[in-house]
């Protein structure tokens, strides 16, 4: 008997989810009870695993990925004008995603109440902290990113800014340091990042099983706390689907076209497209940055006729720190989220959201799934609880697929400019 691929098992654990709380939601309160009562506790754990993981692989990923940049000083232009470019494309995902996700607004118009973001006194606004903030000073935001303790930072998830930030200070003094002293560091950052993982590699393989009582027992909850029927809820989500395909097709159609029309010669949208097909057929399927690879390497150098000197720096820094797909997709999920738990996020707060998803973006692992654990980082500036991530989990598969396609064809991209501005 074939064996089923994971990716199908998420999927329909996930359908399966959504359809027993549709069908609980009308056999009664009963039913909605028990998955509150058995299902939800299985779903919490799996977003504890989520949070116990995200810390330290973020942590460590970002370490890895830019203390691995030492030979920058011996590329020296190229360097700076690779790390450029791909900070430029973050940028560009990121604002075209929350200028979508507000304008059309996918997840306003819902009749929901969710009283514990009211009452919760531990779960302050954003917006309510930069108010206090102004009178002290309007570079607070920036004191607020230094930690005075590294350990306490990684121990409150509201503290994700703080800890990037560790991670790229002690990132850039590990390049400073000598070599010989960096090797031994380099090597226990090399192997925690391993271990971190095959942890996400270990969640990921059994959470078919988790992601059914997730949305079983969460999707419940909002049943039973909520003014509104889940039905409004999926048509939301339909929506938000809409908002980021939308935004994956402007940076895909628009934007690295526009970069390429702009900083190449004799640029056809045809002849780039059809050179690095192969390259985004494979990420689709794969979902993976890292696997597509050799193919993305392949494509850039023998069809684009990008020299190997540079695919072969641009390209891996491209698969460890240029997520312009899951960036974009991180800041559309995050505002559809609190449209459709009527929390306000002030515009203050949304620049935060973009801040954080660009600098988490260096920390994500270029694997399946990893945008679902950079998600949690992204959601640690906000009030929003992790837990209602479960709203957007029955689409994120295919979104997984198409923003990793994104991630590829601008690492493509940079290679092409960077290629053409050593000629």
Avoid at 44 to 58: G, R
Avoid at 187 to 195: C, F, G, M, Y
Wanted: proline share 4%.
């Amino acid at each position: 008997m074939k064996k089923i691929s994971l990716h199908w098992k998420i999927l329909i654990a996930m359908l399966l989810g959504v359809f027993w709380a549709l069908l609980s939601e009308n056999l009664g309160d009963l039913f909605i009870t028990f998955n509150i009562s058995w299902f939800s506790p299985f779903g919490t754990i799996f977003l504890k695993l989520l949070k116990l993981i995200a810390v330290p692989l973020v942590l460590f990923s970002i370490i890895k990925g830019v203390s691995g940049l030492s030979n920058i000083s011996a590329l020296g232009k190229m360097g700076i004008k690779t790390i450029s470019l791909y900070l430029i494309t973050t940028l560009c995902s990121v604002t075209i995603g929350l200028f979508l996700v507000n304008q059309i607004g996918p997840g306003e118009g819902f009749d929901f109440n969710f009283n514990e973001f009211e009452t919760d006194d531990k779960l302050i606004s954003i917006q309510e902290q930069v108010k206090v903030n102004s009178h002290n000073s309007p570079l607070q935001f920036l004191v607020n990113m230094v930690p005075d303790n590294i350990f306490y930072a990684m121990s409150d998830n509201k503290a994700m800014l703080q800890i990037i930030f560790f991670a790229l200070f002690f990132s850039v003094v590990l390049i400073l340091i000598d070599s010989g002293k960096k090797k031994t560091i380099d090597n226990l950052i090399d192997s925690l990042n391993e271990v971190f993982l095959k942890m996400v590699d270990l969640v990921i393989k059994y959470s078919p099983f988790f992601i059914f009582c997730l949305l079983a027992g969460n999707l419940s909850e909002l049943s039973n706390s909520a003014n509104g029927s889940l039905l409004d809820v999926i048509t939301g989500l339909a929506l938000y689907t809409f908002v980021v395909l939308l935004g994956l097709l402007l940076m895909l159609f628009c934007v690295y076209p526009m970069l390429m029309k702009f900083f190449t010669k004799n640029f056809s949208y045809r002849h780039f497209f059809q050179s690095i097909a192969p390259a985004q057929i494979l990420a689709f399927s794969t979902s993976s940055s890292a696997a597509t690879l050799p193919v993305t390497m392949d494509c850039v150098n023998n069809n684009l006729k990008v020299p190997d000197k540079v695919t072969s720096f641009v390209l891996p820094i491209g698969a460890t720190i240029n997520m312009d797909g899951t960036s974009l997709y991180q800041c559309v999920a995050v505002v559809f989220l609190a449209q459709i738990l009527d929390i306000d996020l002030s515009l203050s707060t949304q620049i935060l959201i973009a801040l954080t998803a660009v600098l988490a973006s260096i920390g994500s692992a270029a694997i399946p799934s990893a945008g679902l654990f950079m998600l949690i980082v992204v959601l640690g500036v906000t009030p929003i609880d992790p837990k209602y991530i479960a709203i957007i989990f029955p689409v994120d598969r295919i979104l997984d697929m198409c923003r990793t396609v994104i991630n590829v064809t601008g690492d493509a991209t940079v290679s092409s400019i960077v290629a053409a501005s050593q000629e």
